[in-house]
């Protein structure tokens, strides 16, 4: 299976909840990722391109498997900490 997602990661969940509210505000999935986002990805608006099963953290994967394509979902907990996770294709 392919995938197509775009993230921001931060360490600690605390600020999920006002990015999201930024998100439902209108304000850019792209620019809140280069503001928040701890993930090299940032860089690129949090696009990670695309990628196969196998091939993200195994929590990260699970979430998009049952997210919808412009589906925006937040608290996804990894190893590399909490993300707010939008599925492109």
Same mark, same amino acid.
């Given at each position: ?19 999201m509210? +930024? ?6 999935? !792209?620019? $809140?990722? @280069?503001?928040? &986002? +701890?993930c ?5 608006? !949090?696009? $990670?391109? @695309?990628?196969? &099963? ?9 979430? $998009? ?25």
């Amino acid at each position: 299976m392919h995938y197509k997602a775009q993230h921001i990661l931060i360490s600690e969940g605390d600020d999920l909840e006002y990015i999201m509210d +930024e998100l439902r505000k209108g304000v850019s999935f !792209g620019d $809140l990722a @280069r503001e928040y &986002s +701890e993930c090299p990805s940032s860089a690129k608006g !949090g696009h $990670l391109g @695309r990628f196969t &099963s196998g091939t993200m953290d195994a929590e990260f994967e699970k979430a $998009l498997y049952h997210m919808e394509i412009g589906e925006v979902r937040s608290g996804i907990k990894t190893k590399y900490g909490f993300h707010i996770i939008k599925k492109l294709e």
